[in-house]
């Protein structure tokens, strides 16, 4: 048993204790909790117990004064005024009888007595005797066989054979009720702590959970309200385990059982079955502020961010404190584009909730967002499609972000091993990762049979370059095509047979065709355009940058590019479609046509826009606008120049003059030991 189970077993054996009215575990994890674990509210209102829970093999006298050290050092500015009548100190150490440990125990007291408080070891055998009347509690934490060896064999009820049997007392029916009550709550109490456990991704912990509530013995001892609570976390774990149709069965026995404030269960299965949309009609108007987060974070997911964020004002006048309030302001934050904003939210919320699943994968997309081109969009970070590698920042803070983010979905991989979302995002963050080439190739190659060559994972095969065997994916997509496929299907099965050149490219989309419908079909009928040599331009109406781009080539009149680049380039935001446009131009060899809005693509803030702008300005003429461009925006590059660009300082270097230091960067450059950079140094000195 670990320590947070042993603290939750403490918990609800203290709600049995006399004078109890309930007990809880005191703080959350990642808080301060001032040296003690459980607190308990006496039914007098005179005052509160607590107990601290120590999960060791065995302890000493001089421990278990360390651990009164740790209650009683706040006990002035935290405990002193809080009325505290009793202090349990819980462990499972065996040597809790020994005598040293017995008489330390003794010494406890009399320090804790001076304070007015009782002082009390509950050691295993203690726990023993406390659980033994409690089935229930053993089953829950201890299961089935040690339930039978604590409280021994289940006794057959009574059958009531006369009609004497009602006669019952009324006190007796009301020490009965009681007892359901009280068993119910704890039941509730239970379940709320299960949840965390959900939340945290320990699915084993919550289905024996279930179980050990579901089953005959335990069942029939909850109340309408603590069955509902029990069915409503399974169907949780259905839709976790993406069975919809069980889900909705275990929603519908909830409703029946007791009705919900919120439909949130069914909002849940909605979201799975047909979007954010349609979660948020069944959701409908909420009143708790756990239905006002579920809402918050539908309103962002469907692109609604300023009725998010209005609804969000609502949730922080109700509850800030809240881990899940502080990751839905991340989410908000996040769906806005205010990245360092949402990357504080989420580290707050990890303070407190560090081990829930929705928690460490907001902060993995909190950071790789943070590594991203402040041009992109949040539609290009909120999930993990692919694209091309000149929008990942190199610079130390960003890659050191991804890393960060990298840790994060190793937990979360570890933690949920058959969550296929887990690894695609971890495949896009090891992409942007420049140290972490052989391991992004590795977690591929795994990736792609065990999702079944998903489109997403075979892009980002393409998208950066990543040196794979892609045939088996190639022949898995076309078969889906063959049978009609989605959009993604068809984009990346062209981008696979444009990359392999195959003459019969063409003819393989049109022999399919027919199969094909929406914007499957209209995306099909653009790559045949594409791939096939003797059909027609493919209509580029819709899209002015591709026309210009292909005005350029087949006419040699680059003057609607560049207009187009300026168009691309004028908002505030650019369009990231500039910077490949901008490569695009480059590449044709007119970088003239770049160099008026080399500046602009600084923007971008990656070390391809910084490459491409201190080019453009060197052809252009302006050595000395090519060194500041370097010396302001070096740090894009890492920690330190790639040899093309030392090799551009040189020349920038040269032009303007300054041989000397041009000569030492290319001594430099010539250090490599390539032929081609030593003949560099050669070219400058003569």
């Known amino acids: 048993m670990g320590e947070y189970r042993f603290q939750r077993l403490v918990t609800d054996l203290y709600a049995l204790e006399p004078n109890i009215a309930i007990s809880d575990e005191y ?13 308990a509210r006496r039914t007098s209102g005179d005052g509160e117990e607590v107990a601290s829970c120590k999960c060791y093999k065995t302890t000493s006298a001089g421990q278990l004064s360390r651990w009164s050290d740790e209650f009683l050092e706040h006990w002035k500015e935290h405990w002193r005024n809080r009325g505290i009548r009793r202090f349990v100190l819980a462990t499972t150490a065996e040597n809790a009888a020994s005598r040293t440990v017995q008489d330390q125990v003794t010494a406890e007291r009399t320090r804790f007595a001076a304070l007015g408080v009782e002082y009390e070891l509950w050691g295993p055998a203690t726990l023993v005797a406390k659980i033994r009347p409690q089935r229930g509690i053993a089953v829950n934490y201890l299961g089935d066989l040690w339930a039978m060896r604590v409280c021994g064999p289940l006794a057959e009820p009574a059958l009531a054979t006369t009609p ?6 009324a006190a007796l029916i009301r020490q009965l009720a009681e007892l359901q009550h009280r068993l119910s709550a704890q039941a509730v109490e239970a379940a709320d702590r299960a949840l965390g456990d959900l939340r945290s991704g320990r699915t084993d912990v919550v289905r024996a959970f279930l179980a050990a509530q579901r089953s005959q013995e335990n069942w029939q001892q909850l109340d309408a309200n603590a069955q509902a609570r029990v069915l409503r976390l399974a169907g949780s774990v259905a839709v976790r385990d993406g069975d919809l149709h069980e889900a909705e069965r275990l929603a519908t026995q909830a409703e029946a059982a007791a009705p919900a404030d919120e439909p949130r269960l069914a909002a849940h299965i909605a979201l799975e079955r047909a979007g954010p949309a349609e979660a948020l009609a069944v959701l409908g108007k909420v009143s708790t502020v756990a239905g006002l987060q579920l809402r918050i974070a539908l309103l962002a997911m469907a692109g609604d961010t300023a009725g998010a964020a209005a609804e969000l004002e609502r949730l922080l006048a109700q509850d800030v404190d809240d881990p899940e309030t ?35 994968q907001l902060g993995a997309m909190a950071r790789y967002a943070c590594a991203l081109s402040p041009a992109l969009p949040p539609e290009w970070f909120m999930a993990p499609n692919a694209f091309d590698a000149s929008f990942v ?13 990298l840790t994060l979905l190793d937990l979360l991989v570890e933690t949920e091993p058959t969550a296929i979302h887990h690894r695609v995002w971890r495949l896009a963050v090891l992409s942007g990762l420049r140290s972490r080439r052989d391991r992004a190739r590795d977690e591929a190659a795994s990736l792609l049979p065990l999702s079944d060559h998903d489109p997403t994972v075979v892009a980002w095969c393409l998208f950066r370059g990543i040196d794979i065997d892609l045939e088996p994916s190639e022949r898995a997509l076309r078969a889906r095509y063959e049978a009609g496929g989605d959009v993604g299907t068809v984009r990346v099965l062209g981008m696979l047979l444009a990359r ?7 003819a393989v989309l049109r022999a399919s065709l027919d199969k094909q419908s929406g914007d499957a079909r209209h995306e099909a009928v653009e790559w045949i355009a594409r791939l096939d040599p003797d059909a027609a331009p ?14 350029g080539r087949s006419t040699g009149d680059w003057t609607a590019a560049a207009a187009r680049l300026n168009d691309l380039l004028a908002p505030e935001r650019p369009d990231p479609a500039a910077l490949p446009f901008a490569e695009a131009i480059a590449s044709a060899g007119h970088l003239d046509l770049v160099a008026p809005k080399a ?18 300005k060197l052809r252009a003429g302006d050595a000395a606008g090519a060194l500041a461009t370097l010396e302001a925006h070096g740090d894009a590059f890492g920690e330190a120049l790639p040899p093309d660009m030392r090799r551009l300082r040189a020349d920038a270097l040269s032009k303007t003059g300054n041989v000397p230091a041009a000569l030492r960067e290319a001594d430099i450059v010539a250090g ?15």
């Open 27 to 39: 703080g959350l994890r990642g808080q301060e909790d001032y040296g003690a674990d459980v607190i």
């Open 164 to 169: 004497g049997a009602s006669l019952v007392s």
């Open 326 to 360: 502080m990751r839905v302001q991340a989410v908000v934050a996040l769906a806005e584009d205010r990245r360092a904003e949402a990357l504080r939210h989420i580290k707050r919320a990890e303070l407190v909730a560090s081990e829930w699943t929705a928690v460490r």
């Open 393 to 405: 920042r190199e610079d130390a803070p960003s890659q050191a972000m991804l890393e960060e983010a």
């Open 500 to 506: 392999a050149g195959e003459t019969s490219a063409a």
């Open 538 to 551: 493919p209509d580029t109406t819709h899209d002015p940058t591709t026309a210009a781009l292909m005005h």
């Open 599 to 616: 500046d602009r693509l600084l923007v971008f803030r990656t070390d391809t826009a910084v490459r491409l702008a201190c080019h453009a």
């Open 672 to 686: 490599s030991g390539q032929t081609i950079d030593r003949l560099f140094r050669a070219e400058l000195f003569f």
